[in-house]
């Protein structure tokens, strides 16, 4: 068996409008537009709070969506404060981020990933999802049309493990059974490529440029020519 594993988030799609400050600056700016707030002010204190910013922390004891969230809520909260919204009122908008965040609509996938994995597939490899992401991304991925490509998805929110942590790519592995071949595709040089490299997988970084990174790639159609 052959596999191909693959980050989600900048390399088979993206959330349309931005991402996680940009996202709360529409909240705040929607809500409280005599303030003028900005997405600088706000960045600082959300870089500090996603939990891949320490990878090497497991939080296996985030189990539910709900746990999940509830964990990231003070983190929204300061990063609003930061900008210069009342705590009160921080309080209270920090519940509408969930539901703005995964709304499926806001959701995308690149113009050559469907095309990808079909012809990738078509020789013989399978797909799985490895993803640092929010506890919803089945459901993002389903709604994409995504899922019947996929053997598999191990989503940090899930499992606890965050890229580039060893044990979040083990389980990929041990999915497997009588793996010939596998590579890891990715935006992300750190997370995806060298976290992959650290047990022997191969990596093709996409959509970025790295210069110790040997196999990079503008297009996914691009990995087609790579892994054959």
């Avoid at 529409?26 to 996603?50: K, Q």
């Avoid at 705590?87 to 113009?111: C, G, K, V």
């Amino acid at each position: 068996m052959k596999y191909l594993i693959w980050d989600f988030d900048g390399t088979l799609g993206y959330r349309e409008g931005g991402m996680w400050s940009r996202t709360l600056f529409e909240i705040v700016d929607e809500a409280m537009p005599e303030l003028g707030v900005t997405v600088e002010p706000m960045r600082p204190h959300l870089s500090a709070g996603y939990p891949w910013e320490t990878p090497e922390q497991p939080h296996t004891e985030l189990n539910t969506p709900n746990a999940w969230w509830a964990a990231f809520h003070p983190t929204l909260i300061r990063a609003m404060i930061g900008a210069g919204v009342p705590e009160s009122r921080a309080e209270e908008l920090a519940w509408q981020f969930r539901p703005r965040y995964t709304d499926l609509t806001r959701w995308r996938i690149f113009p050559d990933t469907l095309s990808a994995l079909e012809q990738l597939s078509a020789v013989g490899w399978r797909h799985l999802v490895l993803s640092n992401h929010v506890p919803e991304l089945p459901d993002i991925l389903q709604h994409l049309g995504l899922l019947p490509h996929l053997a598999a998805v191990f989503n940090s929110a899930q499992t606890g493990y965050e890229k580039p942590h060893p044990q979040a790519f083990r389980n990929a592995l041990d999915f497997m059974d009588s793996v010939d071949e596998v590579w890891m595709i990715g935006d992300n040089p750190k997370a995806d490529i060298a976290g992959a490299a650290a047990l022997g997988i191969p990596g093709i970084l996409v959509h970025n440029t790295h210069p110790e990174v040997q196999h990079c790639c503008a297009e996914l159609r691009q990995v087609v020519q790579i892994v054959g």
